[in-house]
Each structure stands twice: as C-alpha cells, then as structure tokens.
C-alpha cells in the first residue's frame, strides 16, 4: 500500500517513521523544502520523495501534515486532484474553518478531518520520533460526511500508529482545544517573555529556574509560525479562552495586593480539582 505524507515535519515525519516501519506499506514523501526533502531520506523516514501531483497518481492514501493556514489552501486542490477510491486526510490542530472550506466540495466524502493529540515543543523533520502517537488521543470531526470505507482504513492507520479515536463536531473540537491545548501554549509563550524581560536585569534568574519553571515554559520552545497559524484560525475560541484566562489572572493579583490569602489559598484549592481529571 503506497501512502503519501505531505509535510515531513515533527508530526508528519512521526507518522512517516511509524508507518515506514510496517510491512507492506511504501511511505511516499512530499515537501517543498528541500533540507526537509533531504533530512527524510538520510533519516529512512520514507521510501521515496515524489512532488505532489506523482504523489497523488501513486497513493490510495495521502495525510495533510503542513500547518494549518496550509492545509486550508491545499486540500481543495487535493480533493480536486484524487481518484474516487482515495482517501485524503489532515491531521491539523484546528478543524472548523478547514471543514467549512471543503464543505461543497464534490469529494468531500473522501476526506477525513483528524486531530492526533500527540507533539513536542520541537519542529522540523530532525524532531520526528518513532512512537509518538503510541497511546494518546486522536479526535475525527464530521465523520458523518465520510464514505465508511475512507474512515474504516483511517482508523486502522490511527489504530496501528498507537491512537485511540474519539469524534466529534468541528466546533466543539475548536472550543476544548483552546482551552486544553491553545491557551497552554499561549500561557508558556508568554511566561517565556516575561522571563526574558526581566532577564535582561537580572542574568542570574535562569540559575535560579527549577523543574517547575522548565516544565511551565516548556512550550515556548515552539514554532511560532506553526503556533501563530493555529491562534489565527482558532481565534474566536482563543480569546474566548484568554478573556477568561486573564480573568482569573486578575482575581488572583487583587487577592495577592489585599493579602488576603485565605482567598488566594480557596482558588488554588479549586484548582486543586485538576486533579480528578488529570490523574
């Protein structure tokens, strides 16, 4: 079975090294940028580069692993380029504007809209690992407008990869995400800058960072590009997010100036709660 991964990146480079890895599949690779092109073969992460239009004659199956602002622009070409019998699939961090894009589209049917929860603060197709995706979440929107057989063999790829599938809608997807995923890299990223600005004072502050500090700023370490495609699309949520963030943020800043730390102590008790979710 020929699959085509366009976009050797952290995610789809990860897939790519799982998949090149199992028996009968021949892993094609697609990607513009020729270091990337280069890194993929020296790495054994696929079995041949093609452009994208020999890509899409060779393969029954093609997996979208550009960011997000990309994929908008190139599935409709995809979906327009592919055979009847092929399934295409994108594994982007935000799925309402890239299913609302396609929506007409005559060979929607043949697209699954797919989210693996699965990454590292690093980029680029040096930062693929083997196992990524072993034992995290994967999320399918619209699976209603999918032909059964393109989410059936979907799924299988997802399910030999280590994921476990959930669906839902592309919206309620969009919404959890920027709380869950979006706002946390948002909170590092600026974490990191705060830091930063006041580093400029005080060298000896990173002498000083613990565990604590390293872990909470970890994702500051991510690609802007890719991260300021997702707070693009995702925007609505985001903020929606961020206003309630910066609420608490607030709350919890007066309660310090007061002193008052019964009332610091009752939120972060609440907070506490995380607890029963993340075990």
Same mark, same amino acid.
């Given at each position: 079975?020929?699959?085509?991964?366009?976009?050797?990146g952290?995610?789809?480079?990860?897939?790519?090294?799982?998949?090149?890895?199992?028996?009968?599949?021949?892993?094609?690779?697609?990607?513009?940028?020729?270091?990337?092109?280069?890194?993929?073969?020296?790495?054994?992460?696929?079995?041949?580069?093609?452009?994208?239009?020999?890509?899409?004659?060779?393969?029954?199956?093609?997996?979208?692993?550009?960011?997000?602002?990309?994929?908008?622009?190139?599935?409709?070409?995809?979906?327009?380029?592919?055979?009847d019998?092929?399934?295409?699939?994108?594994?982007?961090?935000?799925?309402?504007?890239?299913?609302?894009?396609?929506?007409?589209?005559?060979?929607?049917?043949?697209?699954?809209?797919?989210?693996? %929860? #699965? =990454? &590292?603060? /690093?980029?680029? *197709?040096?930062?693929?690992? !083997?196992?990524?995706?072993?034992?995290?979440?994967? $999320?399918?929107?619209?699976?209603?407008k999918t032909?059964?057989?393109?989410?059936?063999?979907?799924?299988?790829?997802?399910?030999?990869?280590g994921?476990?599938?959930?669906?839902?809608?592309?919206?309620?997807?969009?919404?959890?995400?920027?709380?869950?995923?979006?706002l946390?890299?948002?909170?590092?990223?600026?974490?990191?800058?705060?830091?930063?600005?006041?580093?400029?004072?005080?060298?000896?502050?990173?002498? %000083? #960072? =613990? &565990?604590? /500090?390293?872990? *909470?700023?970890?994702?500051? !370490?991510?690609?802007?590009?890719?991260?300021?495609? $997702?707070?693009?699309?995702?925007?609505?949520?985001?903020?929606?997010?961020?206003?309630?963030?910066?609420?608490?943020?607030?709350?919890?800043?007066?309660?310090?100036a007061?002193?008052?730390?019964?009332a610091?102590?009752?939120?972060?008790?609440?907070?506490?709660?995380?607890?029963?979710?993340?075990?």
């Amino acid at each position: 079975m020929n699959i085509a991964i366009i976009g050797l990146g952290l995610i789809g480079g990860s897939i790519a090294k799982d998949l090149s890895s199992q028996l009968n599949v021949h892993v094609i690779g697609v990607d513009l940028n020729e270091l990337h092109q280069k890194q993929a073969l020296e790495l054994g992460l696929v079995h041949r580069l093609m452009d994208l239009d020999e890509a899409i004659s060779a393969c029954k199956i093609i997996i979208i692993a550009v960011p997000v602002d990309k994929i908008e622009q190139l599935l409709p070409t995809v979906l327009t380029k592919i055979d009847d019998d092929v399934t295409a699939i994108d594994v982007g961090s935000t799925k309402a504007e890239i299913c609302r894009i396609i929506s007409n589209h005559p060979k929607r049917n043949r697209f699954v809209a797919s989210h693996p %929860l #699965a =990454g &590292t603060e /690093f980029s680029g *197709t040096m930062a693929a690992l !083997k196992g990524l995706f072993q034992g995290k979440k994967n $999320i399918i929107c619209e699976s209603e407008k999918t032909d059964v057989d393109a989410l059936e063999i979907s799924l299988k790829i997802f399910e030999s990869l280590g994921l476990t599938t959930s669906f839902m809608s592309a919206e309620e997807h969009d919404k959890h995400l920027a709380y869950v995923s979006h706002l946390s890299h948002v909170s590092s990223f600026m974490l990191g800058l705060t830091v930063l600005d006041i580093e400029q004072d005080e060298k000896q502050i990173f002498e %000083l #960072a =613990g &565990t604590g /500090f390293a872990s *909470t700023v970890r994702l500051a !370490k991510s690609n802007p590009k890719t991260w300021s495609a $997702i707070f693009d699309k995702n925007k609505t949520y985001v903020l929606e997010a961020l206003d309630s963030y910066i609420l608490h943020l607030q709350h919890f800043r007066d309660h310090i100036a007061a002193q008052d730390t019964s009332a610091t102590e009752q939120l972060m008790a609440r907070s506490n709660e995380i607890k029963r979710i993340l075990k």
